[in-house]
């Protein structure tokens, strides 16, 4: 097979769920129409998740810090919960 015969077989790609992260930069609020136009362009879901570097001094403690990251995580627990309880009634 030649390589435009492979290239006129490739199908397009199809987005369902694209993942922005923020940290609230300059960057990051930059590429925030992009995601969305993409997601628009896709009939996609954009889910934003805010991150913290952990290599950079932001002015928050360690403790802070890993409070943040506990409560993330007890909430995304919840919410997948939640999913799973939904996802059981609509397949009964």
Avoid: W
């Avoid at 889910?47 to 810090?65: F, I, K, M, Q, Y």
């Amino acid at each position: 097979m030649t390589v435009i015969e492979a290239s006129q077989r490739i199908t397009p790609i199809a987005f369902k769920n694209i993942l922005y992260l923020t940290d609230f930069s300059q960057a990051s609020k930059a590429a925030l129409p992009f995601a969305m136009a993409v997601a628009r362009n896709h009939g996609a879901m954009v889910h934003a998740v805010h991150v913290l570097g952990s290599n950079r001094h932001d002015g928050t403690s360690p403790e802070l810090r890993a409070a943040l990251l506990s409560c993330l995580i007890y909430h995304t627990r919840c919410a997948v919960k939640r999913r799973c309880r939904l996802l059981r009634l609509l397949l009964r």
